[in-house]
């Protein structure tokens, strides 16, 4: 029996619930299908305020009985979160608030309501040659495995940059769009730092899309769920030719418009896996089970490698085919 009152802890994060109506069945409440989407106008989804099993009378596929799937998708919080918020049965609005507060200082949060303000291009961001004092940009994109005859054609298809002067100098720059506006930016660096990646200043916007969303709509055979920008450049460059593409998360959690993101590529591809760094087993297996509506596949690194962005272009084809 749930500890929680699930009718006031959606109506407070702004989740429309039905009460009542034909779709509503005796000890359940409705809310939009969030897998359905914009499908759904009529709250298709029910669940039960008892047990917490959920299902979706549109499809029957979009059901569940860990109540934890359901929060993580409609709030927009980690799996982790939706887990104590059930065990603790946090009741009082005060005590939701207080949750939701230690949600936003975790950063895991999704930010739903912050708007996405079309970014220019900032002039300092220049076009990579393989010459002069660029050059530099081109012999690390070199050293990251890709071939010299590779290069400018990866650059024009990711739109990749060099930064030398400023906040950003010494770094390769790759810009995020979507709805193909820039909306932010992550910059590597290319040498000794600190701090390898440096995003646009309103840097949570990146974790408000997948990686190269706009491109990934065209669909495939398999789509390949990465951490960083760099491994699903890498991945999704020598991969294209073979119907298979590549995205990434930026980082090791996921927000909910990116989970929204997924839910459409899977309509596009056959199949979907989560390719994460040799040594975060722990996280791909726990990224599974938060998206395992969409039946993820978990792939393994070949041994001794330790991020895909370090797999050859052989490995890669390999991987494809």
């Known amino acids: ?44 989804m029910g669940i039960n305020i008892t047990t917490g099993y959920w299902g979706c009378l549109r499809n029957p596929q979009h059901c ?17 979160a939706a887990s104590s918020l059930i065990q603790e049965g946090l009741l009082l609005p005060d005590g ?15 930010t739903e309501d912050e708007e996405l303000i079309p970014l220019d291009m900032p002039q300092k961001f220049r076009v990579i040659s393989e010459h002069g004092i660029r050059g530099r940009f081109f012999s690390y994109l070199v050293a990251r ?16 940059r060099c930064c030398l002067t400023g906040r950003f100098r010494h770094r390769l720059v790759i810009p995020i769009y979507l709805n193909k506006e820039l909306i932010a930016w992550t910059a590597r660096a290319i040498g000794d730092a600190e701090i ?40 999704d460059f020598y991969s294209k030719p073979y119907d298979v593409r590549a995205t990434c998360i930026f980082g090791q959690a996921i927000g909910a418009k ?51 962005g370090d797999l050859s272009r052989r490995s890669i084809i390999n991987m494809a085919v």
């Open 1 to 44: 029996m749930l500890r929680v009152d699930i009718q006031r802890v959606l109506e407070q994060a702004g989740i429309e619930v039905f009460t009542s109506g034909p779709r509503v069945s005796k000890g359940n409440i409705n809310v939009h299908c969030p897998w359905c989407g914009r499908e759904d106008e009529k709250g298709h």
């Open 64 to 80: 569940g009985r860990r109540l934890q799937r359901l929060l993580v998708v409609l709030i927009g919080c980690s799996w982790d």
């Open 96 to 110: 939701f608030d207080h949750w939701l507060e230690g949600l936003h200082r975790e950063q895991v949060l999704a």
């Open 145 to 160: 495995g890709f071939r010299n005859n590779d290069i400018i054609p990866l650059c024009d298809q990711y739109d990749l």
């Open 196 to 235: 390898r990646y440096l995003s646009h200043p309103k840097g949570s916007a990146i974790k408000q899309t997948l990686f190269n969303y706009d491109s990934l709509l065209s669909g495939g055979r398999r789509l390949y769920i990465t951490e960083g920008p760099f491994d699903a450049i890498k991945v």
């Open 258 to 308: 990116q989970v929204g993101q997924l839910m459409e590529l899977t309509r596009r591809y056959d199949e979907i896996h989560i390719l994460l760094d040799s040594d975060a087993m722990t996280t791909a297996l726990h990224l599974q089970e938060r998206i395992s509506l969409l039946h993820p596949k978990v792939t393994w690194l070949p041994p001794k490698i330790k991020d895909p």
